[in-house]
């Protein structure tokens, strides 16, 4: 009868500090009862929930389970039927048992069934408001729509008036040039030397006329262009304000371009561009193995993000201060490449520039600039980045851009301080959950999940497009110490040069003379690194093994994008993921 009702999943829950890998959910065992009485397992850790005669039930490793009393959490109550049901208060082994009164045993499915019927109840509540505002926006959105047409109509007119100004100062140039024309004519007889000077005159005038003309249709083009930032593809967004929600201070404005609940409910002008950013992000998982081409370049095959399945909303985000910001950084990075500039100012050399690694780690990074993406540049490249967080940070971020933090824990703690991105929606992803949800983030002090879902059950991941600029390619063999050769993930021997706690091993490596003295001077705008989780996210080599000679070649699963400054990224769109329901993963 106790194994009949035993509940499918149990879950253990508590603020135990040095027992966290103990807490979280079990799954029931079938067909494997110990002393009459149900078992079940960690579904993460190996940690194994059974009884124990004359004891209760505890919490232990495989080898023990049923065998002996040796444990580390106990519920001492012989008599009670199941671990769930009993009132008395668990223990925690600490050099003897002593009571964890935090620390707490439920039936997760009756758990799960609660917070479905309180899901359902709100999703009334808010389908009710819902109808009651359906008028109330109609008549927002239409005043919206006669805005959007008020502005288009002001914009054509302001392109009109400086083409009829154009065409008028050509004409009085052109009445001007056949005036002094006539003149000359009529003075030839002079001498040759003044007719001359007036067919100098002439071809002056024409020239001067050409150039005005000139000047006022690329004045014209430039308003045609830049009165929004209009990126191709990536950024056609109907940049009309008044399609965009400006809430609370009006710092940015939002625009629901994709709902998985939903999907029809895009607007047909936009369906291309919702397919286009839904590829972007599920198509960017985990790397494998580089393989060099016949052209000298290296290629990096990704799989599909794990999270695709995941993706319930894409919001486009518009920050004008923001996109003002960035469009000046381009233009600024394509004047510099297109006019140049002695010394290298523009373009310093990277240490080792035709290394083979650092030569296929940069063959890497270019595969993924985008080109020919913004109207009026031709040598300035963008590059879509994502960055897993918080949903306060996502928020911080797209009204006033991303800050350098001073924590180490955030900001700067494998590659030196900056702004870390990936071009990887997979690696962001982990990012925007703690470990208790399947993610990268660990547990903080006294904050066991420091990415919570918001109450939709939603983690949110940030893509913005980069301005790389200058950018610094690392490898192993220049970035890490002893050219490599340790690749373990706790040894501070294993880490990079740029490592905040590798301060000792740059001063080592500086004495001997194997680093140059002016390494961490940072002249670059932004650093790359194709890192991988096997080796606690260090960077790998792409041609050769990881490590000594003989160590084993990695995939490049991952990569690490870190900006200099704020105005080199342009918040674009927020992706939402969110579990299915029942808790699986993708």
């Known amino acids: 009868a106790l194994l009949s009702s035993a509940p499918s999943r149990l879950v253990l829950s508590g603020s135990l500090a040095h027992r966290r890998s103990c807490l979280g959910a079990y799954s029931l065992v079938k067909g494997l009862p110990v002393h009459g009485r149900p078992v079940w397992k960690h579904e993460t850790a190996g940690r194994w929930l059974a009884t124990v005669p004359r004891v209760g039930w505890m919490v232990q490793l ?38 964890a009164p935090s620390l707490t045993c439920a039936d997760l499915a009756a758990a799960e069934r609660a917070l479905l019927e309180a899901e359902a109840e709100k999703a009334f509540l808010q389908a009710e408001k819902e109808f009651l505002q359906e008028e109330a926006e109609e008549a927002v959105r239409t005043a919206r729509e006669e805005e959007v047409a008020r502005a288009a109509a002001a914009q054509e007119e302001a392109v009109r008036t400086a083409r009829e100004e154009a065409a008028r100062a050509q004409k009085v140039a052109l009445a001007r040039a056949e005036a002094a024309a006539a003149t000359a004519r009529t003075e030839a007889d002079a001498s040759a030397r003044e007719a001359a000077c007036a067919r100098s005159s002439l071809e002056a005038t024409k020239r001067a006329a050409a150039e005005a003309a000139a000047a006022e249709e690329k004045k014209a083009e430039q308003l045609r262009t830049h009165a929004a930032v209009a990126f191709t593809p990536l950024g056609q967004l109907v940049t009309g304000r008044a399609k965009f929600a400006f809430e609370g201070d009006g710092a940015y404005g939002t625009l629901e371009l994709y709902n998985a609940a939903q999907p029809d409910a895009t607007p047909p002008a936009l369906r291309q561009l919702a397919q286009h950013y839904r590829d972007l992000f599920c198509n960017s998982g985990r790397g494998g193995f580089a393989a060099p081409q016949e052209d000298g370049t290296v290629v990096v ?16 985000v518009k920050n004008e201060l923001l996109e003002t910001a960035f469009t000046t950084g381009l233009l600024l990075n394509e004047r510099a490449r297109t006019v140049g500039a002695g010394g290298g100012m523009h373009n310093p050399p990277n240490p080792d520039e035709f290394e083979l690694e650092k030569e296929a780690a940069r063959s890497v990074l270019k595969s993924k600039m985008m080109y020919g993406e913004l109207l009026g540049f031709k040598k300035a490249s963008v590059i879509p980045t994502f960055h897993g ?33 990936s071009t990887s929606g997979e690696y962001g992803s982990g990012f925007a959950r703690s470990q208790v949800d399947g993610g990268f983030v660990e547990p903080g002090v006294g904050d066991p999940n420091p990415r919570p879902a918001n109450p939709n059950g939603e983690h949110v991941v940030l893509m913005q497009l980069g301005n790389i600029r200058r950018a ?52 670059h705008d932004s650093r790359y690194f194709i890192v991988n989780d096997a ?7 792409l041609l050769g093994p990881t490590g000594k000679r003989n160590g084993p070649k990695l995939p490049a699963a991952y990569d690490e994008l870190i900006f200099k400054e704020s105005n080199q990224l342009c918040p674009q769109a927020l992706f939402y993921i969110k579990r299915p329901p029942g808790g699986t993963g993708p």
């Open 62 to 99: 495989r080898e023990n389970v049923g065998e002996n009393s040796r444990g580390v959490l106990l519920l001492r109550d012989p008599s009670s039927a199941l671990p769930h049901e009993s009132s008395v208060v668990w223990q925690e082994f600490s050099a003897g048992w002593v009571d």
């Open 301 to 316: 095959p990704q799989a599909r993000n794990k999270y695709a399945g995941e993706l319930s909303r894409i919001v486009l």
């Open 389 to 421: 967080c918080s949903h306060e940070a996502a928020d911080a971020i797209c009204r006033s851009g991303m800050a350098n933090a001073a924590d180490a824990d955030q900001n700067g703690i494998y590659f030196g301080g900056g702004l870390y991105t």
């Open 472 to 523: 610094y390619v690392g490898t192993r063999g220049r970035d890490y110490p002893q050219h490599s050769a340790i690749i373990s993930a706790q040894d501070p021997a294993s880490f990079s040069f740029l490592h905040s706690e590798s301060t000792g091993q740059v001063a080592r490596a500086v004495q001997h003379g194997t680093l140059d003295q002016n390494y961490l001077v940072n002249v």
């Open 535 to 541: 080796i606690g996210f260090q960077a790998v080599n």
